[in-house]
C-alpha cells in the first residue's frame, strides 16, 4: 500500500474548490446533490482509511486481541510510520465515531421535540405556533405505519413580519424543502464534515446551494422573483434560525445577500452540467475524478491489507 493509503486522508483538502465550483456554475439543485455525494464518498474513504491504520499499527502492542502474525514486519511494512500513525488513528476514528453519534442523536432529539410542540394542533400541511420569536423551518414526515407526513412549522412573529406575498413565497420555499428531502442533504453534509474537517467547506456549500434550490422553486411558484428576495431579506432580518443546522429553514444563516442577489438576478440554467470544454466543466470533471479516485485509493489499500493479513494468517 505505501504512502497512498494515507491519500484519502489529505483529498478532502479538494473540497474548497470544489464547492466554490459547483456554488457558481452548477444548478443549485444539481449542486447540492453532488456536493453531498462527493462529501460523503470523501468521507467514507477517509474514515476507513483510519480503520485500516489502527489495525496496521497497533497488531504489535502488547495486549492486543489481533493475531500475533499481524505484527511481522511484512505486514507492517504495508504502512509507512505504522507505530505513530495507528495510535493517533485510535484517537481519530474515535472522535469521528464521538462526533458523528452526538450529530445524529440530536437530529433525532430535535425532530422528536419539535413533533411533541405541535401537539394539539390541527393536522394540516402548515403549523402556525403562537410565538412572537420569527422563525420557519420544513419538519420532516417519520416514516413507519403511523408515519407523519412533514409539515411546515411557522411563527406567528415571522407572519407578522411579512406580506402576504412574501407569505406565500415563504411557504412555497418551505414546501420546496420537504418535497426534496432536503434535510437529508444537510445531516449527510454535517455527518461528513464530522468524520473529516477538511470537508467543512462542502457542508457549508451543501447548506447554501439547498437553500437556493428551494428560493428557486420558491419563485417559480410565486411567478415574482424579487418577491422571493424580499421574503428572504425581511426573514433574515429578524429571524432567530432553525432548532438544528439538519433543519432547513427559510432564512437559515448564511451568504443571505448572495442569496438575494441571485433571486434578483436571471433564472440560473436547468443544464445539469457544464459543458466540458468550458473551464467550469473541466474544473468540475477534475474535482470527480479526484472524488473516484479517492474511492479507488481506499478500496485498493483494504484488499491490500486482507490479502496481506491473510497471507500472514490464512483463514
Same mark, same amino acid.
Given at each position: 500500500?505505501?504512502?497512498?493509503?494515507? #491519500?484519502?486522508?489529505?483529498?478532502?483538502?479538494? =473540497?474548497?474548490?470544489?464547492?466554490?465550483?459547483?456554488?457558481?456554475?452548477?444548478?443549485?439543485?444539481?449542486?447540492?446533490?453532488?456536493?453531498?455525494?462527493?462529501?460523503?464518498?470523501?468521507?467514507?474513504?477517509?474514515?476507513?482509511?483510519?480503520?485500516?491504520?489502527?489495525?496496521?499499527?497497533?497488531?504489535?502492542?502488547? /495486549?492486543?486481541? #489481533?493475531?500475533?502474525?499481524?505484527?511481522?514486519?511484512?505486514?507492517?511494512?504495508?504502512?509507512? !510510520?505504522?507505530?505513530?500513525?495507528?495510535?493517533?488513528?485510535?484517537? *481519530?476514528?474515535?472522535?469521528?465515531?464521538? =462526533?458523528?453519534?452526538?450529530?445524529?442523536?440530536?437530529?433525532?432529539?430535535?425532530?422528536?421535540?419539535?413533533?411533541?410542540?405541535?401537539?394539539?394542533?390541527?393536522?394540516?400541511?402548515? *403549523?402556525? #405556533?403562537?410565538?412572537?420569536?420569527?422563525?420557519? !423551518?420544513?419538519?420532516?414526515?417519520?416514516?413507519?405505519?403511523?408515519?407523519?407526513?412533514?409539515?411546515? @412549522?411557522?411563527?406567528?412573529?415571522?407572519?407578522?413580519?411579512?406580506?402576504? /406575498?412574501?407569505?406565500?413565497?415563504?411557504?412555497?420555499?418551505?414546501?420546496?424543502?420537504?418535497?426534496?428531502?432536503?434535510?437529508? !442533504?444537510?445531516?449527510?453534509?454535517?455527518? *461528513?464534515?464530522?468524520?473529516?474537517?477538511?470537508?467543512?467547506?462542502?457542508?457549508?456549500?451543501?447548506?447554501?446551494?439547498?437553500?437556493?434550490? =428551494?428560493?428557486?422553486?420558491? =419563485?417559480?411558484?410565486?411567478?415574482?422573483?424579487?418577491?422571493?428576495?424580499?421574503?428572504?431579506?425581511?426573514?433574515?432580518?429578524?429571524?432567530? /434560525?432553525?432548532?438544528?443546522?439538519? #433543519?432547513?429553514?427559510?432564512?437559515?444563516?448564511?451568504?443571505?445577500?448572495?442569496?438575494?442577489?441571485?433571486?434578483?438576478?436571471? @433564472?440560473?440554467?436547468?443544464?445539469?452540467?457544464?459543458?466540458?470544454?468550458?473551464?467550469?466543466?473541466?474544473?468540475?470533471?477534475?474535482?470527480?475524478?479526484?472524488?473516484?479516485?479517492?474511492?479507488?485509493?481506499?478500496?485498493?489499500? *483494504?484488499?491490500?491489507?486482507?490479502?496481506?493479513?491473510?497471507?500472514?494468517?490464512?483463514?
Amino acid at each position: 500500500m505505501g504512502v497512498f493509503v494515507y #491519500l484519502p486522508l489529505v483529498l478532502p483538502l479538494t =473540497a474548497l474548490p470544489i464547492a466554490r465550483l459547483a456554488e457558481q456554475h452548477l444548478h443549485p439543485r444539481t449542486a447540492t446533490r453532488l456536493l453531498t455525494l462527493v462529501g460523503a464518498v470523501l468521507a467514507v474513504c477517509s474514515t476507513l482509511c483510519l480503520g485500516l491504520l489502527v489495525v496496521v499499527g497497533t497488531a504489535q502492542l502488547p /495486549g492486543n486481541p #489481533l493475531p500475533d502474525s499481524w505484527s511481522d514486519p511484512e505486514v507492517r511494512a504495508a504502512v509507512p !510510520y505504522d507505530v505513530v500513525a495507528g495510535k493517533v488513528a485510535i484517537g *481519530a476514528l474515535a472522535a469521528v465515531a464521538a =462526533a458523528c453519534t452526538a450529530t445524529c442523536l440530536r437530529h433525532v432529539r430535535v425532530r422528536r421535540s419539535a413533533q411533541l410542540a405541535l401537539a394539539g394542533l390541527p393536522e394540516s400541511p402548515v *403549523a402556525v #405556533l403562537p410565538d412572537g420569536k420569527a422563525y420557519a !423551518y420544513a419538519l420532516p414526515g417519520t416514516s413507519g405505519r403511523a408515519g407523519k407526513p412533514g409539515r411546515i @412549522v411557522v411563527s406567528t412573529g415571522m407572519l407578522d413580519s411579512l406580506n402576504a /406575498g412574501e407569505r406565500r413565497a415563504l411557504i412555497a420555499h418551505e414546501h420546496a424543502h420537504l418535497t426534496g428531502h432536503h434535510h437529508r !442533504y444537510l445531516l449527510a453534509a454535517q455527518l *461528513a464534515a464530522r468524520a473529516n474537517p477538511l470537508l467543512r467547506p462542502l457542508r457549508a456549500a451543501v447548506d447554501y446551494c439547498a437553500e437556493r434550490w =428551494a428560493d428557486e422553486e420558491a =419563485a417559480r411558484e410565486v411567478g415574482d422573483r424579487r418577491v422571493t428576495a424580499l421574503a428572504v431579506g425581511k426573514a433574515a432580518l429578524v429571524s432567530q /434560525g432553525t432548532p438544528a443546522p439538519t #433543519l432547513a429553514g427559510f432564512a437559515a444563516p448564511g451568504p443571505v445577500p448572495r442569496r438575494v442577489a441571485a433571486l434578483l438576478g436571471p @433564472v440560473p440554467p436547468a443544464r445539469p452540467w457544464p459543458p466540458t470544454w468550458t473551464a467550469a466543466g473541466l474544473a468540475l470533471w477534475v474535482a470527480a475524478v479526484g472524488t473516484a479516485a479517492s474511492a479507488v485509493s481506499s478500496a485498493n489499500a *483494504a484488499v491490500a491489507l486482507v490479502l496481506v493479513l491473510h497471507t500472514a494468517t490464512p483463514l
